[in-house]
């Protein structure tokens, strides 16, 4: 995408996929692939920094987050061998090469899920997948110690930043692959977002500000304010985005005078972490109760689920804005379907599309 954004990117360098060599047989794969061929050099710095305060402390976590690393530089020396998905090949006969793979993705009609995608790319999503899953284990392994020393929370705060940042990249792949199987979404659009998955499932080590930092900036400003609720009219969330740096460039597009109807309730489902249908029931209880303010506690109370917050600490939690993208998600295409009242895509969609079509054709 390459879209300016507020935030500045945390990425000085990224290491090369596999970019060591098997150096024995008896090398461990994280030896053999080398941190750097895992991950970025900012995030192995703050790898190793963290894996020695952990080992100094609890040793048995410490090991169980090595045998993670050597799992992951095992898929990352399996994706070094398969073909690149920009390069041509036959099988069957038939001539395979990026060409023919982008029109074979702008025609999915995701029923049928990861089955129809490349293996390249299976193995791509199954390598972030994993990433975050360690990540995870890291952070609950840092914030267990927080007791032991400052070092700890520290160093728990800038594993849950980059825990955030793959999160965010999955998002977003997720996000180019739900444009695909929209039906209204245009032939060109779809080439361009098929193009985008690509280029990310062919450098598995792609993180969101390398291809869309605007979108990254966003989540990452919406992942550190809670809503307040008050009228339901959205001023105070909009104001929190505003104070965590929430770019310009993404609340300009929801502000503009020829932002449509759907889009509006897109960016008001965005603002509350909600679906168009939930805040729909909030609004009807709140007529039916005469109430002009309403809390997080009674929309949990009526809508029957819990409300995402920040904790005591003040510490994000990347999966509640993974659980939102995908409430949100599935709303809009299950209107799609059923042919429902309220937008047919998140809001984040309608700002990828827009993204998309600042894109030049390929010649």
């Known amino acids: 995408m390459h879209e300016p954004s507020a935030a500045v990117s945390r990425r000085n360098s990224m290491g090369g996929l596999a970019s060591g060599s098997l150096k024995s047989m008896t090398a461990s794969p994280a030896e053999a692939v080398g941190m750097q061929g895992l991950f970025d050099r900012e995030e192995s710095l703050l790898i190793d920094r963290a894996l020695a305060a952990v080992e100094r402390k609890a040793p048995a976590d410490a090991a169980a987050l090595r045998r993670q690393i050597d799992q992951l530089a095992t898929l990352v020396a399996v994706l070094a061998s398969e073909r690149r998905l920009d390069r041509p090949t036959r099988l069957a006969g038939e001539q395979r090469d990026k060409e023919t793979l982008i029109e074979h993705l702008t025609r999915l009609d995701g029923l049928s899920g990861d089955l129809v995608l490349p293996l390249k790319a299976i193995l791509s999503r199954t390598f ?7 990540l995870r284990g890291f952070v609950k392994a840092t914030s267990a110690l927080a007791e032991e020393g400052a070092e ?3 160093l728990s705060h800038l594993l849950r ?7 965010y990249t999955q998002l977003a792949e997720e996000l180019l692959m739900a444009l695909l199987r929209k039906p209204d979404v245009s032939d060109r659009i779809k080439r361009h977002a098929a193009n985008q998955l690509i280029v990310v499932w062919d450098n598995a080590q792609l993180e ?13 400003a919406r992942n550190r304010i809670t809503s307040g609720y008050g009228c339901l009219l959205g001023t105070t969330e909009y104001f929190r985005l505003v104070c965590e740096d929430c770019p310009p460039q993404f609340l300009n597009f929801f502000a503009r005078d020829e932002m449509s109807h759907a889009e509006g309730q897109a960016f008001e489902e965005f603002l509350f972490n909600m679906t168009y249908e939930e805040l729909s029931t909030l609004r009807q209880a709140m007529k039916e109760q005469s109430l002009d303010v309403v809390t997080p506690v009674w929309a949990g109370e009526i809508l029957g689920r819990q409300i995402d917050a920040l904790d005591d ?6 999966m ?7 409430r949100r998600q ?5 209107r799609i379907i059923a042919s429902g009242k309220g937008p047919r895509r998140t809001a984040e969609a309608y700002l990828m599309i827009f993204l998309l079509d600042q894109q030049t054709d390929e010649k």
């Open 161 to 167: 930043e980059e825990l955030a940042q793959s999160i």
């Open 208 to 220: 969101i500000d390398d291809f869309c930092p605007l979108l990254e900036a966003a989540w990452h």
């Open 152 to 154: 700890y929370p520290q």
């Open 128 to 134: 972030l997948l994993s990433k975050i899953m360690f």
């Open 313 to 318: 600490s003040g510490e994000i939690d990347p």
């Open 330 to 334: 599935l709303a809009a295409d299950y």
């Open 320 to 326: 509640a804005l993974y659980r939102s993208y995908y």
